[in-house]
């Protein structure tokens, strides 16, 4: 990661990043480990400084679950029946033919 990123991660959390910066920086933060964790890095930090910390901490957490997520067995749904909607394809044909017909009557009527 870049000293630049870096501070400009800083300058965020900080609220002196200007806006127009705001959306690629939460962009970097997200597409890129080193800047994530420089952005957990900061608030624990932050939280230290303001004694504002939980009474345990497992840096790991968000690992840990993201790990026991993917060692969960993946259940595949049944597909879904599909019907057919003879009822609604009829009703959707009428609509389009009278929205055809009455642009054909105020055409007619304006050329009048």
Same mark, same amino acid.
């Given at each position: 990661? %870049? *000293?630049?990123? @870096? +501070?400009?991660?800083?300058?965020?959390? @900080? !609220? +002196?990043?200007?806006?127009?910066? $705001? %959306?690629?920086?939460?962009?970097?933060?997200? /597409?890129?480990? +080193?800047?994530?964790?420089?952005?957990?890095?900061? $608030?624990?930090?932050? @939280? %230290?400084? /303001?004694?504002?910390?939980?009474?345990?901490?497992?840096?790991?957490?968000?690992?840990?679950?993201?790990?026991?997520?993917?060692? +969960?067995? %993946?259940?595949?749904?049944?597909? #879904?029946?599909?019907?057919?909607?003879?009822?609604?394809? *009829?009703?959707? !044909?009428?609509?389009? #033919?009278?929205?055809?017909?009455?642009?054909?009557?105020? !055409?007619?009527?304006?050329?009048?």
């Amino acid at each position: 990661m %870049t *000293k630049q990123i @870096d +501070e400009q991660i800083s300058a965020f959390m @900080d !609220g +002196e990043l200007h806006e127009s910066e $705001h %959306t690629a920086i939460i962009q970097q933060i997200c /597409r890129n480990d +080193e800047s994530l964790s420089c952005w957990q890095n900061y $608030h624990l930090i932050s @939280d %230290t400084l /303001r004694n504002n910390l939980p009474p345990a901490i497992d840096n790991q957490f968000a690992q840990s679950i993201m790990k026991a997520l993917e060692n +969960e067995p %993946t259940v595949f749904a049944p597909a #879904a029946i599909k019907h057919k909607s003879t009822v609604k394809q *009829k009703i959707a !044909g009428a609509a389009i #033919a009278a929205s055809v017909a009455a642009v054909a009557v105020i !055409g007619v009527q304006t050329m009048n």
